[in-house]
């Protein structure tokens, strides 16, 4: 093996080793995509997860402020477009994510609003629409649009600009989803130990059943729209995506069905059992979706 062949191994390897480490459920779900793709959409997660740490994990953890976190998080999306352009990190988690974007053909277009939705966290504790709708967008829906591209890749046959389109609807919807999922789960948490309240308008400390249910509509139609979609993607990655959208409306149902006084205080999960049951299922109904590719 020649070396830079070794060091783009080791890269992947190191990104793999972080996003296992840190998400059962992406763990999961990734072992149902294509052996093809597989890596390099843990290559997207893997950046990601670090960068989220910057803004909310070991960052803190080893006494930085916000400012010391804010300067981090700026070289960190500086050596992401360097690595994107010339193609080499010393930074493992980088250069695999830097390859990846290379080979699939995405850059700043989708990397920036990322990272200026990761540093809203490190300055806004609340959301007004045009804010809330932004953060989103940057901090899930391109990541589902950098998945899609690595997804449609080596799709056995073109896509047409509408098939295209309609797929990237269905991936920002999906990705919406799940960030906002993952918001009403964690508002004591993110309200609580972070001083954030990110749905617009809503007192947290003051849930009502009213608004729960109007924020899970919202989250159930992003739901529809995305699974309206499924169809349209490569065998490749279709079984991981309905899995993954299928544990995230479970997840919405038990929201629903958690009174508002609870949510506030407890975070909900889906206990393994349920993951599994809904994994098998995936491995079995995404293959045989009708009108997909093969």
């Known amino acids: 093996m020649t070396r830079p062949h070794l060091y783009d191994e080791v890269a992947d390897q190191t990104a793999s080793l972080v996003i296992r480490r840190y998400s059962t459920s ?57 690595a994107i352009a010339e193609g080499y990190s010393a930074d493992l988690v980088v250069h695999a994510f830097a390859r990846t974007a290379r080979e699939t053909g995405f850059g700043p277009e989708l990397t920036r609003p990322f990272f200026a939705s990761m540093r809203a966290d490190l300055s806004r504790t609340e959301h007004d629409a045009e804010s809330f709708a932004a953060y989103v967008y940057g901090s899930a829906e391109v990541v ?57 308008g809503v007192d947290v400390t003051r849930l009502t059943e009213d608004e729960k249910n109007t924020l899970l509509d919202d989250i159930d139609a992003d739901l529809a729209r995305a699974a309206a979609t499924l169809p349209l993607l490569p065998s490749s990655s279709r079984r991981a995506v309905v899995l993954a959208q299928q544990l995230f409306a479970e997840l919405s149902g038990r929201l629903r069905r958690t009174p508002a006084e609870v949510l506030i205080r407890t975070r909900v999960r889906v ?24």
């Open 144 to 200: 589902g649009l950098m998945c899609l591209r690595v997804f449609v890749k080596d799709a056995p046959r073109p896509y047409t600009a509408d098939e295209l389109a309609t797929l990237e609807s269905g991936a920002r919807a999906l990705g919406a989803a799940f960030q906002k999922v993952n918001f009403l789960r964690d508002l004591a948490a993110d309200h609580d130990r972070l001083g954030r309240s990110y749905f617009p």
């Open 271 to 294: 206990p393994d059992p349920v993951k599994l049951r809904i994994a098998l299922g995936a491995a079995t109904l995404g293959s045989r979706q009708g009108g997909g590719r093969s």
């Open 26 to 82: 992406f763990g999961m779900a990734s072992r149902l995509l294509g052996a093809g793709i597989r890596q390099s959409v843990e290559n997207i997660y893997a950046l990601v997860r670090v960068a989220d740490e910057i803004v909310d994990g070991g960052a803190e953890e080893a006494g930085l402020d916000r400012a010391q976190a804010g300067r981090m998080l700026d070289a960190y999306e500086a050596e992401t477009e360097r």
